[in-house]
Each structure stands twice: as structure tokens, then as C-alpha cells.
């Protein structure tokens, strides 16, 4: 476990003594500072799982003329402090693109630019991003721009003018770090498709294309942090009010490898021809993962655990409603058993967002008797019984 020490001199030349001052869930690293009100704390770090470094606040007193940190040599998960602004961070931002100067300081390209290849000038209030090289795969595309993502939830949108891209060419929004996935559209010859690809097993899998005729289209990738749930969901919208998901889920994860959180990352690569450009109207970053595509918004209402309820009407004939709740994004199973425990049905085997959902249950072809259904999440498993009476 990482452990803040500190060591005290009379003089900076002089000996030294230290000791430990924290060692608590991996928080340490940093300095102290004191307030105008004369308190004191120490601004530390912990690594939080996929969405990376994230920093800590941690209350000092002093004993002896030694720190302490913490209370109890614990870190507080709540401070009594008031907060002015708990909107978005100010190391990130969303982007119109409608500057002309130096590059905003939320940004950082992944690898060292090729100046020649990007502008916000040759058409003003959008980021072109050329291709001047074949490449290989997302993980080395040149000009890739990125902002980092933060917790608990956090999701991207990008605008792309995909009219002037060549044969083999790849642009998108990506989640950046070892295990990434993206959502992008690629050519292949004059036809596009809309594509996501999941890169976190050895061999990047290209998981679902979908032919696309017309030359804009909008992408987003929603985060949950949320427990450390490290989950990433991508969708695509052909008119930016109508998501639609694509692929599936992304279970980011930390790893020393690229020794950061996941970004976002805006990217265009050649696998075929050089020459093609794309151009991002804007990136807007929001601090939360919801997406309005008559999915269940998951900020919002979310359950303390799984559940599934009686089934309502109970007796019932031929139909009846079936709820259940859902704590985490998780693939979720509901299945209807006759008496003797064999399989009749399967109405539900998918992966669900957190939130509340119902499902209608038609038996009009079965016969009258007790039936059961089974709800299985992970680890997760309740039956309940209901009465068809026809």
C-alpha cells in the first residue's frame, strides 16, 4: 500500500527524523498546505481504479510538532467544508473549437503532434484532424487529442464531418488506456459504416458495424465510475437528439502499461490512403452518464440493490406485468420455470442499466398452473411464484 511519510530538520542541512503519517487505502503523495483561517491539510492522491489519479483533501492537525493526518489515521470521506461550484472540474472542458491561438491546457495530444496535420484554422470553429501517414491501429494514431475523464460518471459527445474521408480510414471518439474501446466511422472503398471496437483482449474485436449513407454523425461515450464499476457505453446518433447504443460494454481498467485513467479521444487514422481529413464541430463533456434513447437515465433513481417483485396481476390469465430493479450495469436474466423446474421461457438475458424496468409476461399458449421465475444477476438470484388461471 502507498504510504505517506514525513521527515522534520531543524535546518534543511541538518539530520533528519521520520515516521509514517498516513497509510490508509492507498491516499498519500503530496504536500501540506495552510489556509488564510489557519487550518491545515494535506493535498494527496490516490490511484481510483480506471478513472486514474484523482485527489484527496485530508485534514492535518499537529501533535508534538508532527503532522497528523486524517482522523484517527483515517481519511474522511466527507469534509465540513462548503463547496461554491460542484458542476465539472475545471481540468476539463468542452470545446466548440472557435479559438485560433494556443491549444487549451484541458487538452493533450497522445503522442507528439504533426503540426501539419491539424488546424482549427483551415475551417474556423472546427478541429480537422488530416491524415499525412498509413497507421496501424487506434493506440498509434499521431494527432490523437484527449481529455481526461472523471468520476463518478462522466460522458463525451463529439460532432464529425465525415465527408472528405478516404478508403481505410478510421475517425472517432475513443476511451483511452490499455484495455480501450472507441466508436468511429470507417471507409471501406466509398461505403461507411459506423463501428465499435472493443480493444481490451489481445486481438481488438470490431463488434458491431452498421452501414451509414449520410456525412455527419454524432458520437458519444458514457463512464461509470460509480463503486468502481469502471464500466464505458458508446452510441452513436444520426440527428444528435436520438442515441442509439452500439457494441458492447467496455469494462475499462488501470494498468501500468499507459500508468493513467482512461480519456476521451478524438482520432483519425489511415489504414489505406493518406490525404483523408475529418472535422469535430465540437466536443462537449457532461458529469453524467445519462443518454436520452428511452433507456433508463442511470443518475437518476437508481436502486439500493437488485430486486424482483410479485408479479402483478398474481393470479392472472394469459398476461401479467413483471418489475425489477437493477443496482449496476450488469447482464441480467429472468426466466419462467413450470412446477417441475423445466424451462419455459426466457424473458429477459441482456445487459441492463441501472434502474427500474417491467416486462410482460404473455402465457397465452401455456396451460394453468403454478409457474416460477427466476431473476439472476451476477451473483444475484431470487425466484418468486405466480398462478396462471385461464
Known amino acids: 500500500m502507498r504510504t505517506e511519510l514525513v521527515y522534520r530538520a531543524d ?5 533528519y527524523e521520520g515516521r509514517i503519517a498516513l497509510q490508509d487505502d492507498g491516499v498519500a503523495q503530496g504536500g501540506l498546505v495552510e489556509t488564510s483561517d489557519g487550518d491545515w491539510y494535506g493535498v494527496l492522491f490516490q490511484d481510483h481504479g480506471s478513472v486514474g489519479r484523482i485527489p484527496y483533501l485530508v485534514p492535518v492537525t ?7 493526518f486524517g482522523v484517527s489515521g483515517q481519511v474522511p470521506e466527507q469534509l465540513d467544508i462548503p463547496v461554491e461550484n ?34 482549427v484554422t483551415d475551417r474556423p470553429g472546427y478541429l480537422r484532424l488530416a491524415n499525412g501517414r498509413i497507421g496501424t491501429d487506434f493506440e498509434n494514431t499521431r494527432n490523437t487529442l484527449t481529455q481526461r475523464t472523471f ?10 464531418d465525415i465527408s472528405n474521408m478516404e478508403d481505410g480510414d478510421v475517425a472517432g471518439l475513443g476511451a483511452l488506456c490499455e484495455d480501450y474501446g472507441f466508436v468511429a466511422v470507417k471507409m471501406s472503398g466509398t461505403s461507411k459504416s459506423v463501428v465499435m ?23 458519444k461515450i458514457a463512464c461509470d465510475f ?3 464499476t469502471d464500466k464505458a457505453y458508446f452510441y452513436y446518433s444520426l440527428d444528435g437528439t436520438s442515441w442509439n447504443r452500439i457494441g458492447n460494454t467496455l469494462q ?20 489505406e490512403l493518406t490525404g483523408g481529413y475529418v472535422d469535430f464541430d465540437y466536443f462537449r463533456i457532461n458529469n453524467s452518464s445519462t443518454v436520452e434513447s428511452g433507456i433508463k437515465d442511470i443518475d437518476q433513481n437508481i436502486p439500493e440493490g437488485f430486486n424482483i417483485h410479485e408479479n402483478y396481476p398474481n393470479p392472472f390469465n ?24 423445466s424451462h419455459v421461457q426466457t424473458l429477459v438475458n441482456e445487459e441492463k442499466y441501472p434502474g427500474n424496468y417491467t416486462i410482460t409476461f404473455d402465457a397465452s399458449n401455456l396451460s394453468s398452473g403454478l409457474y416460477l421465475y427466476q431473476m439472476i444477476a451476477e451473483d444475484f438470484v431470487q425466484t418468486r411464484q405466480m398462478m396462471l388461471i385461464k
Not at 92 to 111: G, I, K, M, R, T
Not at 151 to 160: D, F, K, V
Not at 252 to 271: D, I
Not at 336 to 341: A, E, H, L, Q, S
Open 62 to 68: 499537529w501533535e508534538e510538532d508532527w503532522p497528523v
Open 86 to 119: 460542484d458542476t465539472i472540474p475545471e481540468i476539463v472542458a468542452s470545446d466548440e473549437f472557435d479559438w485560433d491561438s494556443d491549444l487549451p491546457l484541458v487538452w493533450q495530444w497522445n503522442h507528439n503532434p504533426d503540426n501539419d496535420y491539424w488546424s
Open 197 to 219: 471496437v472493443n480493444g481490451s483482449s489481445e486481438d481488438p474485436e470490431e463488434v458491431e458495424s452498421i452501414p451509414l449513407t449520410q456525412d455527419s454523425i454524432y458520437l
Open 11 to 15: 535546518s534543511l542541512t541538518g539530520s
Open 151 to 160: 468520476g463518478p460518471e462522466c460522458s463525451g459527445t463529439i460532432a464529425m
Open 252 to 271: 475499462m481498467s488501470y494498468t501500468l502499461v499507459h500508468f493513467m485513467g482512461y480519456r476521451f479521444a478524438l482520432f483519425n487514422y489511415a489504414t
Open 318 to 341: 394469459s398476461t401479467t406485468e413483471i418489475h425489477y430493479d437493477v443496482s449496476m450495469a450488469v447482464n441480467v436474466r429472468i426466466n419462467v420455470y413450470d412446477i417441475t423446474g
Open 226 to 228: 460509480r463503486n468502481r
